[in-house]
């Protein structure tokens, strides 16, 4: 019984909650889930134990039935060329095909009511499951021991486990949110500064007369001419703060054309209230949302998904996801912790359901590298995931500048305020470089990484860029603000972008554009690359820790990525039309008719008759045909009575 009391040395009480019996038993075997405990926690001396009372929130991730089925099925959905290009799975068929089964699910929540934890909210998928419950329970739970730290770098206090969480092996449990508060969410804008301000003349609008960009600048540069507006679709916004809303309807009303009819939608998530907690917490949420409806002032709604400084993204991801009719989606924040399997899960989801992800790539210059380097883009350290995360769009920054008064595009550089305005802001710039983690996508393939100081075995980021620089912002409760930068303006540019694209798709009946990475790689190694993206060829993102990386040049460089967009025309690239159909020849034999016709794999098609053409009313011949590759056949009755067929491309 000795073994059994709580001061004993670490390993003796390890060893006591193995023979004492404190868990239920649900196997023979435990099992480690590494990634729980700070590796700062190594170098600190814990301050006291987390008193047994204090009640957490934990987000209990589950293994997914057939990860690598969904791998595979993203793949080819997102696949220009493939035969099931956008023919999305509905959630509950993504649920059923690839998700954790319901017997997984009750052996979770079972497992969690067993050690005393209460179920705080389930989730459809299965992916997720919501537990609350004191300190106490949480150590018996899962092996641990939660102890108060010191804060190295803040002033405050932090918990952690001083080892990582066990549970059953036959349990499907992932990982675990909620485990430390260590570190919380970054967001990846840089406030301005009076060392900058005044310097630069970007030829913006901006209500306040300093040049700044604002509003329609940003459609003025990247899609003059458009009449789409984001008509009918939504942006959804990942958010660990709120929003002062008299902030927003007064940059909606400066900015005009019709963005005061924005709906703005606040979900809130793991009991968080709304209210902003911090002014940088909250300067980012409304520089998400006014960055979107500049692009896109036709947006029916801006969705926030909040969840608060102390929230877990994997909850907001999750809620993301189940918004099915919120198509477009944004992530400004940073967080440590590196690579999540199950935040790796519920994006792969967002993929195959047809929604598209962007993800400020960050504000601290190129990424070094290795995993653990200074600045390492996948260093759990450093609050940079979802970091190289290869089924999401990273955005990079670049400087803007515009013809007039915000009336065209005139240039665009390498965002880097360390070349703008000298050492004070060494490593501020467009965040890029080259994963420890994720192997290079297939899409990633058709460009020769290295010869771009890039990996042609890697992840390689950015995707794509937008203006992070001298941009007008309304924040703080009512206060305008000149000059600010970072990779979080340039996110939701991309975001409110894609809505047009949507829209275009919508008009026609088609499916939304989804992940549409290998479609901008496609683009990419064509022709008309260039005039579908402003290629970015001038400027650096380096700094005094790595001197020599990355530098822009032509086509893609890990700096912006493949450029920012240009216009119609890369809407137009992202929304080719469909051929119509069209029949060929009849052929006749033995009492029946059998009708072909020209097909796009992936499309749903109606064959329909008539006997009198000027019919205004056709019937449908059999149910609608969902093709599999170029050509289409169905037999009709020959009667020898006049008939008319037509085929119909469905939505």
């Known amino acids: ?53 204090n009640q957490l929130r934990l987000a209990i991730g589950l293994t997914m039935r057939d990860r690598p089925g969904l791998e595979h099925f993203v793949a080819q959905v997102s696949d220009p060329s493939s035969s099931i290009f956008r023919q999305y799975l509905t959630r509950e068929e993504l649920t059923s095909r690839f998700g954790p089964t319901p017997e997984d699910y009750d052996a979770v929540k079972q497992f969690a009511l067993a050690n005393g934890l209460a179920v705080a909210q389930t989730h459809p998928n299965r992916l997720l499951l919501d537990v609350t419950g004191p300190a106490s329970a949480v150590e018996k739970a899962f092996h641990i021991r939660l102890w108060i730290f010191r804060h190295p770098t803040e002033a405050r206090d932090f918990f952690a486990p001083d080892t990582e969480p066990m549970v059953d092996g036959s349990l499907p449990i992932a990982d675990i949110e909620g485990l430390s508060d260590y570190s919380r969410p970054h967001p990846k804008w840089i406030r301005s500064s009076a060392l900058h301000q005044g310097r630069i003349d970007p030829n913006g609008s901006a209500p306040d007369g300093s040049g700044n960009l604002f509003g329609n600048d940003f459609r003025n540069a990247y899609v003059p001419g458009t009449t789409l507006t984001g008509a009918g679709q939504s942006v959804g916004l990942l958010e660990f703060d709120g929003y002062y809303t008299n902030d927003i309807f007064t940059y909606a009303s400066e900015a005009g054309n019709g963005r005061t009819n924005i709906v703005i939608a606040p979900v809130l998530l793991d009991g968080f209230n709304g209210k902003p907690q911090n002014s940088d917490g909250a300067a980012e ?21 909040e969840a608060g400084e102390n929230g877990n993204q994997n909850d907001i991801l999750n809620s993301m996801l189940a918004n099915s009719n919120v198509l477009n989606l944004n992530c400004c924040w940073g967080w440590s912790g590196g690579p999540s399997n199950t935040t790796d899960a519920i994006l792969e989801s967002i ?18 590298t290795g995993s653990n380097s200074v600045n390492g883009v996948d260093n759990p350290l450093l609050q940079n995931a979802p970091g190289s995360n290869p089924y999401i769009t990273q955005v990079g920054g670049t400087t803007l500048a515009l013809n007039g008064s915000g009336t065209s595009w005139a240039s665009e550089v390498v965002w880097n305020w360390e070349t703008e305005y000298g050492r004070s802001y060494n490593g501020v710039a467009s965040s890029g470089g080259i994963s420890s983690y994720y192997k290079i996508p297939s899409w990633q393939t058709n460009i020769n990484m290295a010869t771009r100081g890039g990996s042609n075995s890697l992840r390689n980021i950015p995707d794509v860029a937008a ?25 939701p ?10 829209q275009q798709l919508a008009a ?137 067929y037509r085929v119909l491309l469905l939505p």
């Open 1 to 53: 019984m000795r073994l059994c009391y709580p001061g004993a040395a670490p390993f003796l009480w390890f060893a006591a909650i193995l023979l004492c019996g404190t868990s239920p038993v649900f196997g023979s075997e435990l099992k480690t889930l590494p990634g729980h405990v700070p590796k700062v926690v190594s170098s600190l001396v814990p301050m006291a134990r987390l008193p047994g009372t």
């Open 285 to 305: 949420v409304e520089l998400d949302i006014e960055m979107s409806m500049s692009m896109a002032p036709g947006l029916a709604k801006i969705v926030s998904f």
């Open 351 to 368: 993929d195959a359901v047809g929604q598209s992800f962007f993800d400020a790539s960050g504000d601290s210059a190129a990424f070094t």
């Open 467 to 491: 203006n992070a620089d001298n941009v007008y912002e309304i924040a703080d409760d009512g206060q305008t603000s000149d000059g600010n930068g970072g990779t979080s303006c340039a996110s």
């Open 493 to 502: 540019l991309w975001a409110g972008f894609m809505a047009m694209v949507n």
């Open 508 to 644: 026609r009946g088609e499916r939304s554009a989804g992940f549409i990475n290998p479609a901008l790689y496609a683009i990419a190694a064509r022709s008309n690359y260039l005039s579908c993206f402003h290629d970015i060829t001038n400027g650096n993102n380096t700094w005094s820790d790595s001197t020599k990386l990355f530098y822009a040049t032509n086509n893609y460089d890990l700096c912006t990525g493949l450029g920012t967009m240009m216009g119609t025309n890369l809407i137009n690239a992202l929304t080719p039309a469909l051929p119509a159909p069209s029949f060929l020849p009849v052929v006749r034999n033995k009492g029946s008719i059998a009708l072909t016709w020209t097909t796009v794999a992936g499309q749903t098609y109606q064959l329909q008759y008539t006997s009198i053409v000027k019919a205004t009313n056709w019937t449908d011949l059999g149910t609608a045909t969902n093709a599999s590759g170029t050509n289409a056949t169905l037999s009709d009755s020959d009667t020898n009575a006049q008939r008319f």
